[in-house]
């Protein structure tokens, strides 16, 4: 299991000791997309859903789960998050809602999977919340754009994959 982190050399699951860690300023910005139908995007787009504020309610359902991701994910640790954003953007060309995420943090580990849990729950509640007008959605490209602070330093996202 050379490489591998969350396992102890009997190949056993564990949690990675962050404990000599040294304490930094750590960001990390995640990003994903629902393709919606036409009936969707305008209903959403112009806060006419029948379910209420759907951006209102998947922007709040999004900081609930970056919060709760070690909750979540069994190897995270529980992380004191100092910020969490959920930003939504309307793409017209492709009918879709692109959501970005931003957790923050100073501590010994990142916020990567409290960005990237953010954006799918944020996009989940999407779903959930029009799925009546559209049983077809589909939420695709959900990443890692950035992130900042660590030993690792700063990773940007190279889209030529």
Do not use: Q, W
């Amino acid at each position: 299991m050379a490489g591998f982190t969350h396992f102890d050399e009997y190949g056993n699951a564990i949690m990675v000791d962050v404990t000599d860690k040294e304490v930094t300023e750590r960001i990390a910005v995640a990003s994903g997309k629902i393709k919606v139908n036409a009936e969707v995007f305008e209903a959403v787009k112009n806060g006419t859903a029948k379910k209420g504020d759907v951006l209102g309610t998947a922007r709040i359902a999004g900081i609930m789960a970056a919060k709760k991701t070690s909750d979540l994910i069994p190897m995270c640790h529980p992380l004191m998050l100092t910020k969490v954003t959920i930003d939504f953007e309307f793409e017209e060309n492709t009918k879709s809602i692109r959501c970005i995420c931003t957790a923050k943090l100073s501590g010994k580990t990142g916020v990567e999977m409290e960005a990237l849990t953010g954006v799918n729950i944020a996009l989940l509640t999407i779903y959930d919340m029009c799925k009546a007008m559209d049983r077809g959605m589909e939420m695709s490209e959900i990443h890692l754009e950035e992130k900042m602070g660590g030993k690792s330093g700063h990773f940007i996202r190279d889209d030529e994959r």
